[in-house]
């Protein structure tokens, strides 16, 4: 049985609600003093009385569980799996992301600036496991398959037919998938899925092959006309918050760079808690794991509400925080770090 650790949209919800009490008290003429707290941390402003003070959370741990990550040393095969219609800038943006993680020597000469997108990866090889082997620094897209019309299971999938779309893939399109590969799959603009965009923009399980070994897969889902105030957010205006919020600017257009940031959150979390029992807080079943752990931190000085210091493309005015392969600019999530035990953006 496969259990699923779903990217929670409501997430979004909380930071803008936290901003709007920000604003609220702003309004009442109450003036909070003091810097910007730490990443990882939400310190809210509590009434106690008369006065106002900061409340401290509970200290962010990703307690390991014992169990495996994906540390082969060999890497860590990706296999694609499109379902549905994708545009070519989608597709082009989510395989350039993936191939950023650990880039060649001459994919690597296309990339303009620092930090980059391996720079963002080496945060999850500092994951480790009962016998001190980190996470791999290498990704690899071992192979791809279009799900075109007529598409096998239509356009409203539940979660047992996600698991159906990877066992049949892994049996009759990449038989020879090793068992240290990530299944990705990913469902087009138009194709619904049980609890997509009212409960996660994605998530993670794995599957149980006939010959017993357990194979991590990856959904996510194209946001760009069902939710992306939900789930690719901050390029789109939230469903709810400040009506004069901003949207930023999309590098690649906000379908792929909706996809780019999901399958980076969920993809962080398959390979520090591949199988339920790696790196998380909370309880197996919903649990906090590397980058859901920091919602809506993507650069320095971020607050509920406001992604943080980002890159802005002198020519396109795109936002970002990372550079990848052939130019192209991406916006990633901040992780967990087990080193400092606290959200780091890039």
Not at 69 to 98: C, D, H, M, N
Not at 151 to 156: A, C, I, M, T
Not at 199 to 208: P, Q, R
């Amino acid at each position: 049985m496969a259990f699923s650790r779903a990217f929670n949209v409501a997430m979004v919800v909380v930071v803008l609600v936290v901003s709007l009490v920000g604003l609220q008290l702003a309004s009442q003429g109450v003036e909070a003093t003091g810097h910007i707290p730490p990443h990882g941390t939400m310190n809210f402003l509590v009434e106690e009385g008369r006065e106002l003070s900061l409340f401290t959370p509970p200290a962010l741990i990703l307690n390991y569980h014992g169990g495996p990550l994906l540390s082969a040393s060999t890497g860590i095969p990706l296999y694609l799996i499109w379902y549905g219609r994708f545009s070519v800038k989608e597709q082009l943006a989510v395989v350039e992301f993936l191939s950023s993680i650990s880039p060649t020597k001459k994919q690597a000469q296309g990339q303009l600036g620092t930090p980059t997108v391996s720079t963002w990866w080496k945060t999850l090889t500092l994951y480790k496991d009962k016998l001190k082997k980190g996470v791999s620094p290498i990704v690899t897209v071992a192979g791809q398959y279009h799900y075109t019309t007529p598409l096998p299971y239509g356009k409203q999938l539940t979660t047992a037919e996600i698991e159906n779309i990877v066992t049949n893939s892994l049996e009759q399109h990449f038989p020879k998938a090793s068992s240290d590969a990530v299944f990705l799959v990913l469902t087009a603009y138009d194709i619904a899925v049980d609890g997509f965009c009212e409960a996660s923009c994605g998530s993670h399980a794995f599957v149980t092959t006939k010959s017993k070994a357990n194979v991590p897969y990856v959904w996510v889902g194209n946001p760009v006309t069902q939710c992306p105030g939900q789930c690719a957010w901050p390029y789109a205006a939230p469903l709810y918050g400040p009506p004069d919020f901003t949207p930023l600017v999309s590098p690649n257009g906000v379908g792929a760079d909706g996809l780019v940031i999901n399958i980076a959150i969920v993809l962080a979390g398959t390979v520090t808690n591949p199988f339920d029992t790696g790196y998380y807080q909370g309880v197996a079943s919903e649990p906090s794991e590397a980058a859901t752990a920091c919602p809506g931190i993507f650069g320095p000085d971020a607050y509920p509400g406001y992604p943080g210091q980002l890159e802005t493309n002198p020519s396109s005015k795109a936002s970002f925080n990372a550079y990848g392969i052939h130019g192209s600019l991406f916006l990633l999530p901040a992780l967990w770090s087990p080193g400092s035990q606290t959200c780091q953006a890039l």
